[in-house]
């Protein structure tokens, strides 16, 4: 199946200040990007759906002002996490759709441990 | 919301085959049925997926009822390597449609 990579795979930051995370589809294109989070023994949780060149549309309820969604090129989407508090500790984890001709198909990263002291 | 129950846990002995249950009573004509696993701190796998046939891949079958209102995925022959927790998803929307996580089936397979 495709690739999709995150960097970094965790980070720790103190409360106050911002965090970047990468996600990059490595050997497919992908037009649409999504961001989920996912906290400890919970199922993920859908944050926001990005497509290449336009603005990232937001689940309610999540902050869109607090994660930047940037999603610039075929290939990387970026979240950041702005003045990062503890209660944004999670696991974020992001997933790329292929719209190649095997279809929809959706592929998702690793993952980042984020940890906000 | 989620469209899928499934029991919040199972146990499977290695090397027998783990059955899955899934129930989808309210799914619709178009909409596709998923599966995905994700292992401990890891990004979710994807297994499978169909919408009114049998599927089988090199990982999984997926064998959906006729209705459609239940399905089951099953692993032929556990290992211990497929200790995780599975979701089955009903990705509403065709096949652009967002994928929305239940609680999934935390599968344990012992030894």
């Known amino acids: 199946g495709a690739v999709v990579s995150q960097h970094p795979s965790w980070v720790i930051c103190k409360s106050g200040t911002s965090v970047k995370i990468e996600c990059r589809s490595l050997d497919f294109q992908a037009t649409t990007m999504f961001w989920y989070r996912q906290f400890p023994k919970q199922s993920l949780m859908l944050m926001a759906t990005?497509?290449?060149?336009?603005?990232?549309?937001?689940e309610q309820g999540v902050e869109k002002d607090k994660f930047l969604i940037n999603h610039a090129s075929l290939t990387l989407s970026t979240l950041t996490v702005t003045s990062a508090h503890p209660e944004d500790s999670s696991f974020y984890i992001c997933s790329a759709r292929d719209q190649g001709l095997a279809g929809y198909e959706q592929y998702f990263g690793p993952g980042t441990r984020l940890t906000v002291t | 919301d989620a469209k899928t129950t499934q029991p919040t846990s199972m146990d499977c002995a290695e090397g027998r085959a783990a059955n899955l249950p899934c129930n989808h009573s309210t799914i619709s004509g178009n909409e596709y049925v998923y599966w995905y696993r994700q292992i401990h701190s890891q990004g979710p796998q994807y297994i499978i997926h169909g919408l009114k046939n049998n599927e089988t891949n090199e990982m999984a079958s997926l064998i959906i009822t006729e209705d459609r209102k239940s399905s089951t995925l099953i692993l032929p022959h556990a290992t211990l390597r497929d200790t995780a927790v599975y979701y089955c998803?009903?990705?509403?929307?065709?096949?652009?449609?967002?994928?929305?996580f239940g609680k999934g089936t935390k599968l344990s397979v012992k030894p």
């Open positions: 990005s497509n290449e060149g336009s603005k990232a549309t937001y």
């Open positions: 998803i009903v990705r509403v929307g065709g096949s652009q449609g967002n994928l929305i």
